[in-house]
């Protein structure tokens, strides 16, 4: 079955200690993507990524981190959380063109006290 | 710089009652897509159409139905007889074929139908 796994489902974390949300997809896909969704403000990009080892940021990237060391690996990486990253986050993957449609994994909720 | 606007927040509706949800977008381009996805309270995201730019033929599926005008840089969808399943978060979204062919969200509607 095609998909986009992420990994964990929930996280509850304490400011400061560093923390990795996976991210999978088995569809070969080039384009790889993070964003965040917040009440109110709708999805908002933090990382994108066209190919393995090409990353750039989206529109929220400060405080996150990822690496594309292989095509179908994708992980999110917060260095020192803080609480204003408590979120839901979700990954997604395409063919890397304006007119594929995203397939989005199924997210993560991190709360970060 | 692109933007893709939802203006309605939060909408309630009766069942079978029929509802349409507004989404504004601007653009510099001249070809660019447009999407729906919907989010339900289970919390995934579930692609519903796209539309490219060049295209404004209004489309139908089933319940659904899109009404895309560049005149008025208006993508809108219409819920037909609207149910109880059609209870979620819709998003509208535009991708640019310059640049690096991210999608950009609106903020969403949060539509409620009310049996």
């Known amino acids: 079955e095609a998909q986009v796994t992420q990994n964990p489902r929930y996280l509850i974390t304490v400011t400061g200690k560093k923390l990795t949300v996976t991210c999978s997809q088995n569809?070969?896909?080039?384009?790889m993507s993070w964003y965040r969704q917040d009440p109110g403000l709708g999805l908002r990009q933090i990382y994108y990524?066209?190919?393995?080892?090409?990353?750039d940021k989206g529109d929220v990237p400060e405080g996150y981190k990822v690496s594309r060391k292989e095509k179908r690996n994708f992980p999110l990486i917060l260095e020192s959380p803080s609480p204003n990253q408590t979120s839901l986050y979700f990954c997604?993957?395409?063919?890397?063109?304006?007119?594929?449609?995203?397939?989005f994994g199924n997210g993560t909720r991190l709360t970060v006290t | 710089a692109q933007k893709v606007t939802q203006a309605q927040t939060e909408i309630s509706v009766v069942e079978k009652e029929d509802v349409t949800l507004d989404c504004v977008y601007e653009?510099?381009?001249?070809?660019?897509?447009l999407f729906w996805y919907k989010q339900p309270p289970s919390g995934e995201l579930v692609f519903l159409i796209r539309?490219?730019?060049?295209?404004?033929q209004n489309e139908i599926s089933g319940r659904y139905s899109w009404n895309f005008q560049k005149s008025t840089s208006s993508f809108n969808f219409t819920i037909t007889a609207s149910q109880v399943v059609d209870s979620a978060v819709y998003f509208c979204?535009?991708?640019?074929?310059?640049?690096?062919?991210?999608?950009?969200f609106g903020t969403g509607t949060r539509l409620t139908v009310i049996p």
């Open positions: 997604a993957s395409s063919l890397g063109l304006a007119r594929s449609p995203l397939h």
């Open positions: 653009t510099r381009d001249t070809t660019y897509y």
């Open positions: 979204a535009l991708s640019e074929v310059k640049g690096a062919n991210n999608l950009f």
């Open positions: 569809m070969n896909h080039e384009y």
């Open positions: 990524s066209m190919n393995v080892e090409v990353t």
């Open positions: 539309r490219n730019s060049f295209d404004e």
